[in-house]
């Protein structure tokens, strides 16, 4: 009886035994593989069909821009005449217009467009330039597409008939920046701006 007891007590031991030293295979087996971490993911955003309307009143300009958007006076205390936004709601983002009455000052205006933009180096990866011209309806102009995640504004423009009329616009966003989550809709607003300087018109042109 006691020499079955003690054959039952070795088989348990080596049966844990046995046990452990798998289990330590398995342990250290899978500790030979890296772990990378999920890369971070963002909330998918809806983006609207494109639709335009026409900006089209007593402004010494006009344009086209989605009916998603909106076009409001620029309430700021430092406003001048035809300084508008164009407000996108759903992305709390808005195209800011500021307008000036050109007065043998046209360098003075392209030069403060200029600083405003070399602004953002700091914050900027890059930045890509490109002009636009438009002889037959003299619309003359400059893009500014500012890369890099904590920029304020990732696009600006300027646009002009270099006589009279001068224009800049700015994209922001009501948001901390963070243009990695928003490069889906900074692409799709600078479709928008693209249509809105293909279709820029001067009233007095």
């Known amino acids: 009886m006691l020499w079955t007891k003690m054959k039952i007590q070795i088989k348990s031991r080596r049966f844990f035994g046995l046990f452990f030293i798998v289990l330590m295979f398995l342990i250290v087996g899978s500790c030979k593989h890296d772990y990378y971490p999920k890369p971070r993911g963002y ?48 992305f709390k983002g808005k195209i800011h217009i500021s307008y000036k009455k050109i007065n043998n000052n046209l360098a003075e205006y392209l030069e403060d467009s200029r600083t405003l933009v070399l602004k953002h180096i700091p914050k900027a990866s890059s930045i890509a330039n490109k002009q636009y011209e438009n002889p037959e309806q003299r619309v003359f102009g400059l893009t500014y597409d500012i890369s890099g995640t904590e920029v304020a504004s990732p696009y600006q423009f300027y646009l002009t008939d270099s006589v009279k009329n001068f224009i800049r616009g700015a994209l922001y966003f009501k948001t901390v920046p ?28």
């Open 43 to 90: 909330f998918r955003i809806g983006l609207p069909e494109k639709n335009y309307i026409r900006f089209d009143t007593s402004y010494p300009y006009s344009f086209e821009y989605p009916d998603y958007a909106k076009t409001v006076v620029d309430d700021d205390p430092n406003t001048e005449s035809y300084w508008i936004n164009i407000v996108f709601p759903q």
């Open 178 to 205: 963070n243009n990695d989550s928003l490069a889906p809709v900074i692409k799709f607003i600078e479709a928008d701006i693209s249509h809105m300087i293909e279709t820029f018109k001067w009233r007095d042109k």
